[in-house]
């Protein structure tokens, strides 16, 4: 019989990731990873060259299948995962127009507060799932007309990464759900372009793509494609946003499995069969990859950024001990980390270096590190970053679990899931066990191929892709750490409530420095 193949594209922040799975097995061939620089004009601003995307979409694609030896023609189906809430306008012939304002770009604070002067956060909340804030695509827009009218004016859509990519393949102007929902324009209840929130913005509907469910064929490869070693006719399925992809490749596709993300941010998210909006407006929703589901999902923006900050900060001498030794540095910060108990002596980290999302939605956050004493280390800093991390995200899950979200099984992926250390102190912070799954820093590009198989009907739905292709790992218990946490979690909470005002007075008297809001 011969071999049948999905191929996944992932165009992330850093750039794009090709991999292929075997369809009948599930099973992962390969990946090949292009990158492709960020431009930064001003300290909050952030901003890619669309044509870079395709460079590296064409780049990834040929090095994957030259090293594989795979023949095109056996791809039976491409789907893609891509960053979201992003903006790039092109002409009506698909010629972008500029480059690209990415999601971490800040520049439309003045926009986004003029759409919350417009129409309230609840409402906006209400009707979109989501806050408002400069990250999202519709105050990127808006700036654009204010900024760059001419530009504005000859602009026939706006799109997102993946959708550039897609169009390039297919002449197809679509999106799907999720990086419609991005954008803050859509009506996630009734997954439609929001006259009410276009009206108020001032945007037009035709500037934008046609939205389309996350399995979709929208089209095919043409010539184009053989830029890129792929052959024309390939049917193309749209797939989704990153963060939607990650909860498909984790296997949360369907009420009662949830997962956490482990990344530079990280996030809680599960599945639900309705919009489960929080009444304090602490966490989000997305239209899931399954048309018939949602995934409510609260992001923390500090996670792996907080220990890469520790490792710049405090672990010089480790770092160079790993350099020496060819290991990399945070298994040497994590063995150091493992030498304290779990609570660190009474140590508490609150991770908001960047500012925060989830739960407290606060730019002006910052990090803290509360209780040192003269019996406390190197190691005991290091270990209070992990569990500050763990503590915050126990927030997001609670806070989820008070919206209705089921996560009765929860999953761990991304990079931080191979850290032993961190997956125990996350299930002694939760008080329930998280399983690893095989493959948890290809959950994102799994989840896309997931997506496509089940487009063109090679696997009848996600839940039935979701147990051929995800596989699961070493599945951590709760320990007696547990009892500690359980100690210590008001008190996290009640460091941050107590210090709110401390970090609006400190951003007042010293100003914002150029650190980067959320995003």
């Given amino acids: 019989m011969k071999e049948r193949y999905v191929l996944a594209h992932d165009l992330g ?18 990946s090949a990873f292009s990158p492709y620089p960020t431009e930064y004009p001003s300290p909050t601003w952030a901003e890619q060259d669309p044509e870079d995307w395709w460079r590296a979409f064409c780049a990834a694609n040929c090095e994957l299948l030259s090293r594989l030896g795979i023949d095109p023609r056996g791809i039976s ?55 408002v804030g400069p990250a999202y695509s519709a105050p990127k827009i808006m700036w654009f007309k204010s900024h760059e009218p001419n530009l504005y004016r000859r602009t026939y859509k706006f799109l997102q990464a993946k959708d550039f990519i897609v169009y390039k393949l297919t002449g197809e102007w679509v999106t799907d759900y999720s990086d419609a929902c991005g954008t803050g324009l859509l009506d996630i209840r009734y997954k439609r372009w929001s006259e009410e929130v276009l009206a108020v913005a001032g945007i037009s509907g035709e500037m934008l793509p046609e939205i389309r469910s996350s399995t979709d064929v929208v089209g095919e490869t043409g010539e184009d494609a053989e830029e890129a070693g792929l052959v024309p006719g390939i049917p193309i399925v749209i797939g989704g946003g990153d963060g939607v992809c990650a909860t498909a490749g984790a296997g949360a596709v369907q009420p009662g499995i949830g997962h956490v993300y482990l990344g530079s941010s990280a996030w809680v998210a599960g599945a639900s069969e309705a919009p489960l909006l929080d009444p304090k407006m602490r966490t989000f929703s997305w239209p899931h990859l399954d048309p018939r589901l949602y995934s409510p999902n609260g992001t923390m923006h ?12 405090l672990g010089n001498l480790e770092s160079e001990l790993a350099r020496w030794l060819n290991l990399s540095p945070y ?24 500012g925060e999302r989830s739960p407290h939605w606060n730019p002006n956050a910052r990090g803290v590190f509360l209780g040192i004493t003269r019996r406390h280390t190197k190691a005991h800093l290091l270990r209070a970053v992990y569990e500050g991390v763990a503590l915050n995200l126990k927030a997001i899950y609670n806070a989820l679990k008070e919206s209705g979200v089921k996560l009765g099984e929860m999953r761990a992926i991304g990079g931080g899931a191979k850290s032993r250390l961190w997956l125990q102190i996350l299930a002694d912070a939760f008080g329930e066990p998280l399983t690893a799954t095989e493959a948890p820093l290809e959950a994102t590009a799994l989840g896309a191929a997931m997506a496509g198989v089940v487009g063109v009907g090679l696997v009848e739905d996600l839940q039935a892709a979701a ?36 970090f609006d007075l400190l951003v007042d008297a010293i100003g914002k420095g150029g650190w980067d809001e959320e995003t």
């Fill in 302 to 313: 500090n996670a792996g950024s907080a220990l890469e900050w520790a490792k710049r900060a």
């Fill in 77 to 131: 189906v491409i789907s893609f995962s891509g960053q979201m809430m992003g903006c790039l306008p092109v002409a009506r012939d698909g010629t972008p127009l500029r480059k690209a304002i990415i999601w971490a770009d800040q520049r439309a604070t003045a926009e986004a507060q003029a759409l919350l002067e417009r129409l309230d956060l609840e409402a906006i909340y209400k009707i979109t799932g989501h806050r």
């Fill in 467 to 502: 147990e051929r292709f995800v596989g699961l790992g070493e599945r951590t218990e709760p320990s007696s750490g547990e009892e500690t946490y359980a100690r210590l979690y008001p008190l996290f909470l009640d460091a941050y409530k107590a210090l709110e005002p401390v």
């Fill in 331 to 354: 298994d040497v910060l994590e063995k150091v980390a493992e030498q304290v108990p779990p609570g660190s002596e009474g140590l508490l980290f609150l991770p908001y270096i960047m």
């Fill in 13 to 30: 922040t850093t750039g794009d990731k090709a991999v292929l799975f075997n369809v009948s097995s599930g099973r992962m061939m390969g």
